[in-house]
């Protein structure tokens, strides 16, 4: 299986970094682009380099105006795009098409070419305009899977939450781990 994983402007960096962790763990072919504010942020939020850390785990790194990287086009074999943390600027070029950056042109790629397309947004609270971009997205064919603590796992710690989520987006690209207990299952 083989990912495309970006980072955008949003706040939650580190779901993005567990999730690159995570999957290079589990021996996916996993690519990585980061917006420019997606990049600063992640600094801030975590004291995180995301090209460092590609670099140190011999993870492809494209540079998010690299419009020809391989992620860029349709023949390119790819499993899923997936932006975590998604901001609403990014979402909303998203839905216009406007495949201004390498991140954009790949989701793109992955609405025309069928492929899984798997957004994390976060904001709070949502306007309309950020509502119906969603809609439009899922209309066309993304999964829109914003970070939501499931407060019925009984998460103890902020490792928790995190692990949650990195966990349903495993689920989505039908990847088994033991990330979270699953309801049904204990207890
Ligand atoms: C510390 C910080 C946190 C931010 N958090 C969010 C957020 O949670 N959601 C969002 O949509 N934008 C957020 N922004 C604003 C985006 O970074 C900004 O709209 C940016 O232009 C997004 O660009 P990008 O989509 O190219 O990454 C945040 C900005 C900063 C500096």
Not at 42 to 56: A, F, P, R
Not at 152 to 171: A, M, N, Q, V
Request: hydrophobic share 40%; aromatic share 6%.
């Amino acid at each position: 299986m083989r990912v495309l994983l970006g980072l955008t402007g949003a706040s939650g960096s580190i779901y993005g970094i567990t999730l690159i962790k995570t999957l290079h763990e589990m021996k996916i072919d996993v690519q990585v682009t980061a917006t420019q504010t997606g990049h600063q942020v992640c600094l801030y939020e975590t004291g995180v380099n995301i090209k460092d850390l590609s670099e140190d785990l011999d993870i492809p790194y494209y540079d998010i105006d690299n419009l020809f990287a391989p992620p860029s086009s349709g023949s390119h074999r790819m499993d899923a795009v997936i932006i975590v943390p998604c901001s609403m600027g990014t979402l909303g070029r998203i839905a216009g098409g406007m495949s201004s950056n390498l991140l954009e042109r790949s989701a793109d790629v992955a609405l025309k070419e069928g492929f899984k397309l798997i957004l994390s947004p976060r904001e709070t609270p949502l306007n309309t305009i950020h509502l119906e971009n969603m809609v439009r997205l899922a209309h066309a064919g993304a999964i829109i899977v914003p970070p939501s603590v499931a407060f019925y796992t009984k998460p103890r710690t902020l490792e928790d939450i995190i692990l949650f989520h990195t966990g349903k987006i495993l689920d989505l690209l039908g990847l088994d781990h033991s990330l979270f207990s699953r309801w049904g299952d204990v207890e």
